[in-house]
Each structure stands twice: as C-alpha cells, then as structure tokens.
C-alpha cells in the first residue's frame, strides 16, 4: 500500500496533504515541500512481548537544588537569561538580519570563555576569517575562543564530542544539515533533525548550546514551532535600524521571568549595556510639545519610561489613516471608539499617527491611558506638563483598571525626576511616596483632570 505524501509549508511549518504553489496560513509562494520522514522508526508488530525498562518515580515535593548559574559579565544578557547561563540548556536567539545577533554572540563567547568556559563558536555563513576580523574591530582577538566553519551535522557531533566544550554557540540552525534527511538544509525536517540532536547532545552531555534562528518577514522564528518546545529559552534580539540600541527579549525561559528585557547601544566597537534604558529613552525629551506624554512600563521585571507621540492632523482621505510604530494596531482602534462612543470625542476624519519615541515595543494594556493622554494633547495642541508619567488600562465601559507594580513604576519616575503622576483609582502605592499621585476613577474624570498642572 503506498504511503499518502505530506507537504510541510518552509516558512511558517503548517502541514498540507498535497502541494499547492501559495500557503493558506501565510499566504508565501513556493515554499511548500514534500517532507521526507526522519527515519520509519519500529513498528507496534516488531516490539512483540518485549518489555520496557522500569522507569522510577518520584514526588512533588522532592528538594531540588536550584541550577548553578554561570555568569558571563554581561549584566544585561545575564538578566534576560535569569541571572546567568544554565549548564545543559538550550537557548534559540531570534532576529532580523544585520541586528546584530552575531556581534552580541561573539562578546557573550568571549566573555564566556575568559571566565575559563571551554567555548566552542560554529558558524554556518561566515568564514573564520570574517568573524575573526570582527573580533578584531571588537578587540577580543585574545580570548580564547575555538572558531570552526561547518553546517555538516554529523562532523559538528563529532567535534563536540572530542572537545567536550562547556558552551556551543550555533550560528545558524538554518544551515546546519543531516545527511541522513532527504532535504535540503533550511527545510523543516532538516531544522527539526538538527535540533533534536543539538538538544539531545546538550542534555547528554551537560553542554550548554545557543542557537541562532532566521526570522520570517513577520518577526517569527522561521522553521517549524517545534523548535520553540524542544529548546528551554527563547529569546528575541529587536530593534530598529535607524536607531542606536537593541533590545533582548526572552519570551520563554524555563530558568527565569519569561518578557525579561536588557538593552543594548550598538556602537562602531560592538554592543554596550545600558544599565539605565529609562534615561536612554527620554535622552532626547526637550521642551513640552504637544502630542507627547510618557509612560511607566514594566518589561519583565524591570521599570522602563518610554515618551509616547501622537499625532492627530485632518485628512482629506474617506478613510482616515492609523499609523502605529511599536504599539497594537488594534489596540488603538479600541481605543479611539471608546473616546468617541463613552466620552464624546470624535477622531472622524482626522489622521492619527502613534509612536513610541526610540522604536521600543510596547504590549503592556496599561499604556493606555499614555496614549490617550498623548492624542489628546496633540488633538487640542495643548502640551502635558513634562514632570508627569501616565499608566493604567481603560476597559470597553470606560473604567480604569490599575496597573501592577505601581510602586516599581512610581520608584523609577522619581529617580528620574518626575513629580507627578496619573494613575487609575485603586493602584497600590506607599502612601508615604514623595510623588503627587492623582488617581482617577474613568476616562471622563481623567480627560477632565488631563490638562492640570501640578
């Protein structure tokens, strides 16, 4: 009986039972193919009565000790990652090309490997000579670093295991390929085979393995999901290229906070921490201008202030424009109907424009109340007083909800200078707190109180 086929999408892994020449769940052209098994494996009939070894249990409430952590001395790549590098996990770092994945990989090895770390860096696309030319511009010729270029997998397993290195940086797992997958290397059985070897090798051995992965054109990691669940962190390198600083963002971590962030400044001699991102992203704040408010975020665990800036302009168009730079689209939508339905002001033929000042992303709901601030200061071309701060989350009703964490919020507002705030009715703060704080039940009573200078 012949085995039915099944073609597997190349950019986003959804699986087809025929070929068709556009992805339904992407919408790519030409980037389905036929996957090829790994391997057929035993059937259920060739087991027979052969029975499995006993596997032993064990109890919740068993004493595990807490997994030593090796620092690399990168204070903001050892916060996204918890607090440093776990031996034997595996961590798969995402971004656009030219963001700098590869320059920021290079100083964490040669951070690593000075701490006295066995560190081994295999690189796919670049030849040796190129990274250590980048070594040099970074001035880390001296650290002891063990260069190779290969994408063959089953030469890498062979060297590692000859070296037994104690940190494995793989640059990229979309070049890497087995030659025992019928597949071209970058195809989903072939990232999906390497993966599984690289993980396993890191589990076996006690080897700790960084992955780089390609992106789509959406900002996901490209390949199939199943990457995601065999490795134990996952981490996003963002940012802008007309900007100077990149931010790393873990999105999953099974040894820390998952949203965790640290930032970078991209500069001609490589990346450099920013210890303080709040006063990086209001450097540039003047003189008040209408259109502008700033925000008290939460990343992870750390409080950052981001200026948010609005634009509101009549239009000659029928359908108004709605240009968002690094916040939901949907979300602004949402919030320009209820200004309109719960409190009588109409956005109807004018275009809005919203930006987060420096090209951070922000997907926290209690930005809200910041970006109303901020478009409405641009609709009456009124500026906001410049030593306020703004957050809370605005409900479809037109309450306020509090945002968590308002003490951390309030703390990072007042070592940077600002005096006052604006918050929703109920926010937990110390009362004893050398901010004025002005809470308000709902928007029609924030609108009212926007404009007081304190």
């Known amino acids: 009986m012949t085995k039915s086929k099944s073609y597997v999408c190349h950019s986003c892994g959804t699986s087809f039972s025929k070929w068709s020449g556009c992805c339904d769940n992407c919408g790519e052209w030409n980037t389905i193919f036929e996957e090829v098994p790994i391997s057929t494996g035993p059937s259920s009939k060739s087991l027979g009565n052969k029975r499995g070894e006993k596997i032993s249990l064990t109890n919740l409430n068993t004493t595990v000790e807490a997994p030593q952590r090796i620092v690399s001395g990168l204070s903001e790549l050892d916060r996204v990652f918890g607090g440093g590098l776990v031996p034997a996990s595996t961590t798969l770092v995402g971004g656009d090309p030219g963001i700098g994945k590869s320059t920021l990989l290079l100083q964490a090895a040669a951070n690593f490997a000075i701490t006295g770390m066995n560190t081994l860096y295999v690189s796919g696309e ?36 000859a070296n ?186 004018y275009d809005v424009y919203l930006n987060v000042a420096g090209g951070l992303k922000i997907t926290e709901p209690a930005a809200d109340l910041a970006v109303v601030a901020a478009l409405l200061s641009a609709k009456e071309d009124r500026a906001l007083p410049i030593n306020k701060v703004i957050f809370g989350e605005i409900s479809l009703s037109g309450a306020l909800r509090p945002a968590p964490q308002t003490q951390n919020r309030i703390k990072e507002a007042l070592k940077l200078g600002f005096t006052s705030a604006i918050a929703p009715t109920g926010s937990k703060f110390d009362m004893k707190s050398e901010i004025q704080m002005m809470q308000t039940n709902d928007l029609v009573e924030f609108i009212d109180s926007l404009f007081i200078i304190n």
């Not at 040796?128 to 880390?140: G, N």
């Not at 072939?190 to 054109?217: D, M, N, P």
């Open 126 to 161: 670049e030849a040796t000579s190129q990274i250590q030319m980048r070594a040099q511009r970074l001035k880390l010729s001296d650290a002891p670093v063990k260069l190779v270029t290969e994408t063959n997998l089953r030469d890498i397993m062979t060297t590692l295991d």
């Open 164 to 349: 037994n290195p104690a940190l494995v940086i793989i640059d990229s797992i979309q070049t890497m390929w087995a030659d025992n997958v019928e597949s071209a290397p970058g195809g989903v059985s072939q990232v999906r085979a390497t993966a599984h070897e690289l993980t396993t090798f890191a589990k076996r051995k006690g080897t700790s393995i960084i992955l780089v992965g390609h992106v789509t054109k959406e900002g996901q990691l490209a390949g199939p999901r199943v990457i995601e669940h065999m490795v134990d962190s996952v981490i996003y390198f963002e940012g802008e290229r007309g900007h100077h600083f990149r931010i790393l963002r873990a999105v999953k971590n099974r040894f820390g906070p998952a949203d965790e962030i640290g930032v970078f400044e991209m500069t001609g001699q490589g990346l450099i921490e920013i210890s303080n991102p709040s006063a990086l992203f209001l450097s540039e704040r003047g003189k008040p201008s209408p259109g502008s408010a700033v925000f008290a975020g939460i990343e992870g665990t750390r409080p950052v202030l981001v200026e948010i800036q609005a634009l509101v302009a009549a239009s000659p168009l029928s359908q108004p424009r709605r240009t968002v730079v690094g916040w939901d689209t949907g979300r602004l939508a949402m919030v320009l109907a209820v200004l309109e339905s719960r409190c009588g002001i109409p956005f109807t033929g």
